[in-house]
């Protein structure tokens, strides 16, 4: 699958379950409705300008969105043993280190979501 696709499909399920129309995140963001439309259609690929912008109200750090873009590197601060169950870690140390920053990532935006849905239940 496109990288360029699935960065797009990535930002459009993050504005739905923001309950974001394309009107309403271009508001937020000054971008326009039509540029974020061709960018989650995968037609066009954001500028890391672009991703900034759209980082807080889809919920994300400038960072995750520019991690996902391939704009930077995923920041590991502690070794992945740490942070996984460890058959977890042991399986996904035998993974190509763009693999096992790609999971962490995944993992790292599953846990903001938990949290700001466990922030909102409180």
Do not use: C, W, Y
């Not at 693999?99 to 949290?115: C, M, P, S």
């Amino acid at each position: 699958m496109d990288g360029n696709n699935d960065l797009g499909k990535i930002l459009k399920q993050r504005r739905l379950m923001e309950s974001l129309t394309l009107v309403g995140l271009a508001e937020k963001t000054g971008v326009s409705a039509a540029h974020i439309g061709r960018v989650e259609n995968g037609e066009r690929f954001p500028s890391g300008h672009v991703l900034r912008k759209l980082a807080q109200p889809l919920g994300f750090s400038e960072t995750e969105l520019l991690v996902l873009a391939g704009f930077m590197e995923a920041p590991v601060e502690k070794p992945i043993s740490n942070h996984l169950d460890p058959q977890v870690a042991a399986m996904l140390a035998q993974e190509p280190p763009n693999v096992q920053r790609a999971v962490l990532l995944l993992l790292l935006i599953i846990n903001g979501l938990a949290l700001a849905r466990a922030d909102v239940k409180e």
